[in-house]
């Protein structure tokens, strides 16, 4: 069970998750097995085991670097909030309530129209800016929250309730 799944509140459904696209996951994996293959080549031709050894090892850690960031960064829109989870040992969060939401912005480069990922930008009232990072299928994520802000009712006694009027009791 993730951080969103632990996070949700009493009346509290997850709608949508994000996820990353299948090229982020590539690179990663195509780091690890060129470093392999350069270790093995090395090995081979010049029977250096620390040069391979480096190889590896260096393959090995460029594949953490970017494969850990992904294993460890949630992205979820429930029935109340957009959350942004990031982190392995230390944790951080952005989380902004679904009402508190002006605008969501979708950043697609020409590359990113092609393969299918793109960027979200959430403005919310004030200062609140939350830049979710790169995902598979922003329109799809994009259309859960915009659907998500349409149903999400503002808390009572908040700007958005305050001085309408109600109907007279009698």
Not at 112 to 130: C, E, M, P, S
Request: glycine share 8%; aromatic share 8%; charged share 15%.
């Amino acid at each position: 069970m993730g951080y969103i799944e632990q996070s949700l509140g009493a009346n509290e459904v997850l709608l949508s998750r994000a996820r990353f696209h299948w090229l982020y996951h590539a690179v990663g994996w195509a780091a690890l097995v060129l470093a392999l293959v350069a270790a093995v080549y090395v090995l081979s031709d010049f029977r250096s085991t620390s040069l391979a050894s480096v190889a590896a090892a260096t393959g090995l850690a460029a594949f953490l670097a970017i494969m850990i960031p992904l294993w460890t960064t949630e992205i979820g829109v429930t029935n109340q909030r957009l959350i942004v989870k990031r982190g392995l040992l230390a944790r951080h969060t952005d989380e902004i309530q679904l009402w508190a939401i002006e605008e969501a912005n979708l950043e697609q480069s020409l590359l990113g129209r092609l393969l299918g990922f793109g960027r979200i930008n959430v403005q919310g009232t004030g200062d609140d800016v939350l830049d979710i990072p790169p995902i598979a299928d922003p329109l799809r994520f994009r259309k859960a929250v915009q659907e998500a802000i349409g149903q999400a009712a503002p808390p009572a006694g908040s700007a958005s309730t305050r001085g309408q009027s109600r109907p007279r009791q009698g």
